[in-house]
């Protein structure tokens, strides 16, 4: 089947399916939802499913035989996840123009590629099939341009805009297009798929849990690397404890430079003090994200009074906040950990 891969979402399969069974299919579809669930992945079984020359549903209802099919394993299926089918095409957010390193957005040259691209006919199949990655990081001109496409949509064209939530669009763009909702996964969802890709069953349920349902996240990044990143953050909390200014101010040294590495610490610190919370108010073990350092959270909540525990969430809420304003690395990190000391002073 074209969505056996996609764990967790049965209510956007549905549509979906629906939707290749009818032969009415969209010409624009919002897959929203958080990252790290399967957007993608149900984005490219859907241009499969369209694509394939074996499963194509044609409009009026006629559809291809579907024998010798299995999703994924033909020829044609293998150009599109490879992205070299030519009536495919994915778009991401790349850099600068001559650069490596940037800002990451969809930039008004890709939102023209392909419109030139939509107004071809379809070269092999009988759609045409665009993914547009992290379609909320448009350049300020692109929804523009891309709203010409959207009103007068070419023919056998499916477009597929992937975001996090329908606010990171213009209204006049989502209204154009079909929403499809996807959730984060529960968790034995999220394990069974962590699981399946290699991981031993504490660490799938460990990143499970701190993913938040969100295991494309997890199997995003190393799991040593994530157990490290953990350890860091708890030294820098014993530290700023033991040591307050001071070791403030050395954190901030050391680590104020890297935002990507300021946000992961952030979430990181966020889910222990939820977990403290969790472990002051006498909350069955099995509900710890941190379930593997239960026995330390016990005490570290023991020892803590509400109050300190409740504002080092809002501390990092705050910090996060701040990350996302633009402020420095460096300062948030300084003014979190100051509110931190305080706190366990
Ligand atoms: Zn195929």
Not at 114 to 136: H, N
Not at 157 to 183: D, G, K, N, Y
């Amino acid at each position: 089947m074209a969505f056996d891969a996609v764990r967790g979402q049965p209510a956007a399969v549905d549509v979906l399916t629906r939707a290749l069974a009818s032969g009415r299919v969209a010409h624009a579809y919002a897959f929203v939802g958080p990252p790290g669930v399967g957007r993608k992945l149900t984005a490219k079984a859907f241009a499969k499913a369209l694509l394939c020359p074996l499963t194509l549903p044609l409009p009026g209802g006629e559809r291809g035989s579907g024998t010798g099919h299995e999703a994924g394993s033909c020829p044609t299926c293998r150009r599109v996840e490879a992205g070299i089918h030519p009536d495919y095409m994915l778009i991401a957010p790349t850099p600068p123009e001559g650069k490596t390193s940037g800002t990451l957005l969809i930039r008004i040259e890709a939102i023209r590629q392909l419109e030139q691209r939509a107004a071809l006919c379809p070269a092999e199949g009988a759609w045409k099939v665009f993914i547009v990655d992290d379609a909320g990081r448009m350049t300020a001109e692109a929804p523009q341009a891309f709203l010409k496409t959207l009103e007068e949509p070419p023919a056998r064209t499916v477009i597929i805009l992937i975001l996090a939530h329908t606010r990171e669009l213009p209204a006049t763009v989502l209204s154009r297009c079909q929403v499809v909702r996807f959730m984060p996964l529960h968790e034995e969802e999220a394990v069974a798929l962590l699981e399946a890709r290699g991981m031993d069953e504490g660490t799938a349920r460990l990143l499970a849990r701190a993913s938040q349902g969100r295991p494309g996240l997890a199997l995003a990044q190393d799991p040593a690397a994530w157990l490290e990143r953990r350890e860091l953050a708890l030294s820098i909390l014993a530290d700023v404890g033991a040591d307050g200014a001071t070791a403030v101010f050395k954190w901030g040294e050391t680590l104020g430079r890297d935002r990507a590495q300021m946000e992961q610490l952030i979430e990181t610190w966020w889910l222990w003090y939820r977990d403290l919370l969790c472990a002051k108010a006498g909350g069955d073990p099995r509900v710890l994200i941190h379930g593997d350092r239960a026995a330390e959270l016990t005490r570290d909540a023991a020892a803590r009074s509400w109050d300190s525990i409740v504002g080092g969430l809002a501390a990092c809420r705050e910090a996060w906040q701040a990350l996302q304003r633009n402020v420095t690395p460096r300062l948030t990190l300084e003014v979190m950990l100051s509110r931190l000391a305080l706190r366990t002073a």
